[in-house]
Structures are given as C-alpha cells and as structure tokens.
C-alpha cells in the first residue's frame, strides 16, 4: 500500500514515513489532513470566547527566543496584585468572556501564594468560568523553588480550581536544540511527566510546539511522535498547537520568517501523525489570521478565540496585542467557507454562530 492509501485509510504512520511527506506536493498534503480534518469535524471550526492574563513577565529563566521575560531585552518588569488581576476579571465576566488564560514568567520573588491563591480567588468569586493555568514550565519552576513534587503542585492547582493546563513550554523536545534554545528549563522528560501525571488526574491539557527557529524537520516529527505516546497512555491533550517563532526582540538571532508553505506543511503533516489527538489549533496570533484561514484547509479544526490581551507573542512581534473583535472572528471564518462553532475549553459545544 503506498502511503497516500495508507492515509486514506487511517492507518498510523511512521517516523520515516511523515519526514517524507514534506517532500510531496503542497496541495496533494493539504487534502490528505483535509481528508482527516473533514472526517473528524466536518466544516466546524472552533473557537471560544476568552481572555489572556499575562501577571509577570519576570523571569529566573533565559529561553532565547522570549521577547516577554523583563530580564533580558524587555527592561520594564511588572508584576500585578491579585486585586488588578480580580478587577480585570470582574470585567471580563461582566461580558460574557468564559475562559480565562493565565501564563506567567518564572518569578522568584513572589512566593508560591501569589501563583496559587489568585485561582481560588477567581473560582469562589466567579465558579462558572474556566481557568486554563499554569504551563509545565511554570509547574517545574514552582517545583524547584518551593521544594515541592510536581505531584503536591499538581494537586494545588487542582484544590484551588485550576480546570485544565495550556500547552506551553514545551517548545521542541529534541534535547539538543532545547539545550540551545532554552537551557536550564524543564526538560522533555519532565514537560511530558508533569502533563502525564496532570492527565492521571482526570484532567485535560493541551500541547504547543515552537517551531521555524533553527530546528529540523526531523525535530518536528521527532516532537509530534513523542506527543502521540503519550497520548496512546492518557488521552489528555485535546488540541495540539503549533506556534510559528516569532523573529522580533530576542536573542535568537533568525531573521528570515518561515514560508507559509512551511508552516501549512508542518500543519498538514501534524493532523495525519497526531491521529490520536482530537483538534489541531492555528493559533492566529503567530500564524496572522489569514494564514489561520488557509490553515483550515491544512487540517486546523480551531483558531483559539477572541483573546482580547496577548503580551509573550506581541513582545516578539505578533499582531495580537489587543486580540480580535469577535464578530471579526465569526465573519471571517463564515467567509472563508466554514462553519464557526463557539465551544467552551474542554470542546463542548456552546452555539454554531
Ligand atoms: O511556551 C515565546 C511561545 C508559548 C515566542 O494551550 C513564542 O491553548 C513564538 O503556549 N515566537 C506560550 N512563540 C503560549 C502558549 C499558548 C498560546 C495559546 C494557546 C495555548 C493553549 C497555549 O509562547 C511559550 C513559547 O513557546 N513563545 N516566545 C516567540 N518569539
């Protein structure tokens, strides 16, 4: 069987197998991961309504392509009190926002309260709203500092009212490359152990990896098999997302962008190997809109949300500082042929708009 049948029919495909569809015709792998795209989800595409908290961008960590952590190109450090970050919350539930995603720097200085409490705070006061929080890199951080398990942090997110983990920090799992681009932070081994364990307690988390920086595409492929075992054991990831670098203010010195070529290959080929994970997000913000569109045609199922606030992908260049309107977000999904489907954060569906 040659491998386009062996697709067709939803066979798994090997290491060897998914290099080698780099080197096939661009639109003859589109409609293979369309194929997939279309058997799994139709012509839906998802989105939520949700709200980025970035509360500190200060770092003890040096990973080279981060244009957000203060301590290295950004000199203005800012941490905020629980109260700024409650009053943005009060805000955003007052309209209708149902997410809520919070990711911060690794900070020495503010003890393991000030990460932990704010959730509780957020949950008593507002129940309904979903906190996506806490990246494995933060996990491993906390770990270290605090001389905590990831098991005893895992089980404080959990008692106060984490719902489920972003995809963060895992950025490539090729040991080599990692040590090059972000030594010193959780390694693979751990990134993957901390969202095993995070997934044994009956908990959903998503995925990420950076890609288009000096990695290989053997590293890519190397990263999407290293996600589909442990997928095979847990089946906790719901979305895998790949984040194109982002060249501006950072000590990685690549200057030339990825194609879009590139980077819908890479998408395609992610849909046909990551056959045990249900959606595959083109995350706007690193990718542009319009190429988020395209990529609906490349096997991408979701285009995260409207946002509203990005700071670690605009510090690097990214358009998404202010996030999208949501109705631009609805419009535009409608006129590029597909249907868009609001869904909360566990991908249940709330309204076909
Ligand atoms: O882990 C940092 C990345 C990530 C750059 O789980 C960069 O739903 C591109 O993980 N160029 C954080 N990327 C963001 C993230 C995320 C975003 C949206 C949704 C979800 C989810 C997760 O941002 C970091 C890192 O890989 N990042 N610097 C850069 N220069």
Redesign the pocket.
């Known amino acids: 069987m040659n491998l386009k049948d062996k697709i067709l029919t939803g066979k798994r495909v090997s290491f060897d197998e998914a290099l080698t569809l780099y080197d096939i015709d661009l639109f003859d792998l589109g409609d293979l991961a369309d194929n997939i795209r279309k058997k799994m989800h139709g012509k839906k595409t998802y989105f939520n309504i949700n709200r ?1 908290i970035n509360p500190t961008n200060v770092c003890a960590d040096v ?1 080279k ?4 952590s203060a301590t290295r190109k950004n000199p203005n450090q800012y941490t905020m009190t629980h109260e700024q970050i409650m009053d943005i919350v009060k805000d955003i539930d007052s309209r209708g926002i149902k997410e809520v ?1 919070i ?1 911060s720097a690794h900070n020495p200085n503010t003890g393991l309260e000030w990460y932990l409490e704010i959730f509780k705070k957020i949950k008593t006061a507002y129940p309904h709203l979903h906190i ?1 929080a806490l ?1 494995a ?1 933060e996990v491993d951080f906390l770990s270290r500092e605090y001389g905590k398990s990831y098991e005893e942090i895992l089980d404080l997110m959990v008692e106060n009212g984490v719902d489920s ?7 490539i799992f090729d040991e080599k490359v990692r040590d090059f681009i972000c030594k010193g932070k959780v390694t693979s081994d751990q990134w993957l152990d901390i969202h095993q364990k995070w997934h044994e307690r009956g908990k959903k ?4 990896m ?1 890609f ?1 920086h000096v990695e290989s595409r053997a590293n890519r492929i190397d990263h999407m098999m290293r996600i589909r075992e442990l997928q095979d054991v847990t089946g906790g990831f719901n ?1 895998f ?1 790949p ?6 203010n ?1 000590y ?1 010195t690549i200057k030339e962008p990825l194609t879009a070529n590139e980077i819908l290959r890479t998408m395609a080929i992610s849909r046909i190997v990551l056959d045990n994970v249900p959606n595959l ?1 083109a ?1 706007w ?2 990718s542009t809109i319009n190429l988020a569109l395209v990529a609906q045609e490349f096997g991408a199922n979701d285009l ?1 949300g409207t946002i509203e606030k990005e700071s ?2 605009s ?4 358009k998404s500082a202010n996030g999208v309107d949501l109705d631009e977000l609805v419009g535009v999904i409608k006129n590029s042929g597909f249907t868009p489907v609001e869904r909360d954060s566990l991908y249940n569906e709330i309204k076909v708009w």
């Not at 392509?65 to 957000?68: P, S």
């Not at 510090?315 to 990214?318: D, H, L, Q, T, Y």
């Open positions: 980025h990973c392509f981060c244009a957000y995603h990711v996506k990246t890199a983990m972003p995809g963060g920090g895992a950025e988390s998503n995925v990420t950076l288009g979305c997302i984040l194109v670098y982002q060249t501006e950072n990685l997000k995350y913000v690193t995260d670690i992908n510090a690097a260049g990214a």
